[in-house]
């Protein structure tokens, strides 16, 4: 089968990169993980794809001081040498300038902690907590210029039970992350076939 090559941005540890490696492995998954990329040479999600046979570079954001553009641009240019096709951000903590989200607009998707559009950002988990809500979970969209706002692909979605806290939670949506998130990569890769 012909797979679509998929660049991974990461910023941190990297399970939901790794998530979408494995699921890769199956023999009908339409696409492959073909390149990873951080913006810190701190992430450990670049060891753990390194392990698996898949090339991971650092593109250090402090090699462009004050040149956002300029990192991008970098971003970009490794993410064409490699053939990429469909880029997937997975716990890269850096905001994108239009230039790239408009680069790979409809082919660049992330996945966030919260029923979109329920908490955008950062601490969703305290804060569904804190509003006093009976469900939480996780959302897959297609990255658009405004933070967490793009279209929404899919959603899982968890309980919140009375005992937990913000980790118990982040724990159980977590789970449901790395299910949904090749599930959707996989999906959108198909149709853009079409
Ligand atoms: C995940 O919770 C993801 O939803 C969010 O950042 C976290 C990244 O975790 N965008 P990991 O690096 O994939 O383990």
Known sequence: MNRTPVGVLVSGRGSNMS?????????????????VLSNTPDAPGLQIARTGGIEAITIDQRNFPKDRDGHERAL???LQASGVEVVALAGYMRVLTPFLVGAWAG??????????PKY????????ALDAGDMEAGCTVHLVTEGVDEGPVLGQAHVPILPTDDAHAISERVLAEEHRLYPAMLAKLCLSLRR
């Open 76 to 78: 970009d240019a490794a």
């Open 120 to 127: 955008p950002g950062l601490d969703t988990h305290q804060r």
């Open 107 to 116: 082919r660049m998707i992330n996945i966030h902690p919260s029923l979109l």
């Open 19 to 35: 998530a979408l490696i494995a699921a890769a492995k199956q023999p009908d998954c339409p696409y492959q993980v073909v390149l």
